[in-house]
């Protein structure tokens, strides 16, 4: 009978708020398998789906503008360069778009239960890592086909992939925390994703630019991010200096995020 | 806070910002709606509170606040032990997932670990009746059977502070039984309870104490005033007896008073617990309240109620004794006190055994005697 707790008006202070998170972990897990298991329930192809998906994608990509219109990616393979843009793209897409869906999905809950709000797009994190997993297979399908030997830099990876998760949470956390209030955050996420995928290299290398252009595109982080993950694919990748800047700038807005989302999400239940 | 308490409410209030402007009391425009105002309120432990009021009333705004789904725009609200609580049936089940997965996921929403809840999977499964879906996904689950496995989670998990909204109206006869019992059995074991809903007959049977929002003053001095005093605590019941004969049913209670009393109501409850449809209470003979006012020293009396006009189906019955104080608190109850059979040997087989077309009723003669 030990555990004494005060409930009041204030929201809990930001340290207070990570430990919730902590005590709460397996929630994370639970609502991801639930997830996992819900979205290939009653499937024929099941799992198959996480590679159908972008392998379609990859398809598409491939045909038209290596294919039709023979655009070049230097030593790598074309479909090889747009695959490794799409599996950071793609990753950082899921987890925004399906971290702003869940609070509405899961509103019947969070009106009936408590626990740390944050807990839902987290788990929407676990559930993109483990999508990625399955389309990494693909990935190694490709380097086996091409002949393609990646060097030491592939032990950097696990570091880039947590890198990316940085900005799907920024925009999960700040949006999450403002669109209680201001719905047209809700509208803005879609699109977002959809004219991003052009200010961000994923299918055309940043030589197609003119020259004076190149450094509008390092502005978005998503850029250094993506050249991070050929960089540590392709042996002879070069990784350009000048996306480090808009990178670094990530770590603050992501804790200023979760604060934000502390301050507010007690209020989440009652506009849900 | 002492040591014996488990909630404890000061000031609490909880403004919603409305959409529209609404008129409030004092005639003015305005956005807000106080949904709870200044409210103070102390449960202990062992203590079961029900809580009544009309639709907005702020009963489960009230619940919403002590189960931390929501917070409070004043006031603070101080808990001692681990709460658990059902707002609504099977909030957090996934229609997709089977109940098993769902038991895992709605414990572990409730605020139990893996572990926790494997170890009391089985007895779970074996309380909610229903293991032979259990790995059905929910959604083809009825409403009953969503309560029966929703309730059974929080039944089995070991909580202090237990809060229930409205769902327990949704089972069938024989579950709600089986609810009212485990919610005895937990009143019993020191943990607290806090039961909403809008039907104030059945709160009356199953909880101690009764709270009518939003009355404030009714909350505010409840516990002083309404609380059962201590003597009908100690009401001796000596001797319970059934007499029947072929038209007439007749009920005895010996009872012993020990000193000064308020007003009681002395109810013989009796259920059908031949057949799993009808195992509520089919009838109550209830004497009209007992004023009489008694002075000094121990007062035995003799209660006795003759069944005038009955119409009861063959079947088993069972009777419990109520004491009720003040017209809604249980202030003693034996349940099975009595136990008596109706047989018609002419109507074996007959209609009169299909459970859908039984029916009972009865009407009583009271009777006090001085022994």
């Keep these: 009978m030990s555990e004494k707790k005060i409930i009041q008006a204030q929201p809990d202070s930001f340290g207070t708020y990570l430990k919730k998170i902590w005590a709460h972990k397996a929630l994370i897990v639970t609502f991801a398998k639930r ?22 994608i990859l398809f598409l990509f491939t045909f038209f503008f290596g294919y039709l219109l023979h655009w070049k990616t230097g030593n790598t393979p074309f479909a090889l360069y747009v695959y490794s843009g799409l599996l950071g793209w793609n990753l950082f ?10 609070l509405t999905e899961s509103a019947h809950i969070i009106k009936k239960v408590y626990f740390p709000k944050l807990i839902l797009p987290l788990s929407k994190v676990l559930v993109g890592l483990v999508e990625l997993c399955i389309s990494l297979l693909l990935l190694i399908g490709l380097m086996i086909w091409y002949g393609y030997v990646p060097s030491w830099k592939i032990i950097f990876l696990p570091i880039v992939i947590l890198i990316t998760l940085i900005p799907a949470i920024i925009m999960v956390s700040w949006i999450g925390a403002l669109s209680y209030r201001i719905r047209d955050l809700f509208h803005v996420v879609p699109f977002l994703m959809y004219a991003g995928i052009w200010i961000t290299p994923v299918f055309f290398t940043m030589d197609i630019l003119p020259k004076e252009w190149q450094s509008a595109w390092s502005v978005n982080p998503m850029t250094g991010i993506i050249e991070a993950w050929r960089w540590c694919l392709f042996p002879d990748w070069k990784y350009n200096t000048d996306h480090l800047p808009a990178v670094l700038f990530l770590l603050p ?9 502390s301050r507010n999400e007690s209020s989440f239940s009652d506009f849900a | 806070m002492s040591n014996d308490v488990a909630i404890k409410i000061q000031n609490l209030s909880k403004k919603y910002r409305l959409q529209h402007a609404v008129t409030s009391e004092d005639g003015k425009q305005t956005h807000e709606l106080w949904a709870l105002k200044d409210i103070n309120l102390e449960i202990k432990k062992g203590d079961s509170l029900g809580i009544i009021g009309p639709n907005g009333s702020g009963k489960s705004t009230l619940l919403k606040i002590l189960a931390g789904v929501t917070k409070p725009t004043s006031g603070t609200v101080e808990m001692d032990g681990k709460v658990a609580s059902i707002l609504d049936i099977g909030a957090g089940f996934h229609p997709e997932l089977t109940g098993r997965e769902n038991v895992l996921l709605n414990g572990q929403l409730i605020g139990f670990s893996r572990k926790e809840i494997k170890a009391k999977f089985d007895q779970i499964v074996d309380f909610s009746g229903i293991e032979k879906f259990i790995d059905e996904p929910v959604k083809n689950y009825s409403n009953g059977m969503y309560l029966r496995l929703a309730f059974s989670i929080v039944a089995c998990l070991d909580a202090d502070i237990y809060l229930f909204d409205e769902v327990l109206s949704v089972g069938d006869a024989e579950f709600r039984i089986k609810c009212n019992e485990e919610i005895n059995r937990k009143i019993s074991q020191s943990k607290a309870v806090i039961i909403v809903s809008h039907d104030h007959e059945t709160l009356a049977h199953m909880v101690k104490e009764v709270v009518e929002l939003p009355s404030l003053k009714k909350v505010n001095t409840f516990n002083e005033s309404t609380k059962v005093p201590d003597y009908v605590d100690s009401i001796d019941i000596r001797n319970i007896q059934y007499e029947s004969s072929e038209t007439k049913h007749l009920f005895k209670a010996d009872l012993l008073f020990p000193g000064t009393l308020d007003p009681v109501d002395i109810v013989f409850m009796i259920r059908d617990v031949s057949n799993i449809y009808k195992r509520f209470a089919v009838s109550t003979i209830n004497a009209s309240s007992f004023e009489k006012k008694l002075t000094q020293g121990s007062h035995a009396y003799m209660f006795k109620a003759s069944v005038s006009k009955a119409i009861l189906s063959p079947g088993e019955y069972s009777v419990d004794l109520l004491i009720i104080h003040q017209k809604n608190i249980v202030a003693k109850k034996i349940t099975g006190c009595l136990q008596f059979a109706v047989n018609y040997d002419d109507l074996a087989d007959t209609l009169y055994n299909n459970p859908f077309l039984r029916a009972s009723w009865l009407t009583a003669d009271w009777e006090l005697t001085n022994i």
Excluded: E, F, M, R
């Design chain 1, 93 to 102: 897409s899921y987890i925004v778009i399906q971290g702003n869906n869940s």
């Design chain 1, 253 to 261: 807005l992501c804790i200023g995020g979760i604060w934000l989302y």
């Design chain 1, 35 to 56: 997830d996992l298991k819900a979205k290939y329930a009653q499937t024929i192809l099941g799992i198959g789906w996480s590679i159908l998906h972008p392998a379609v």
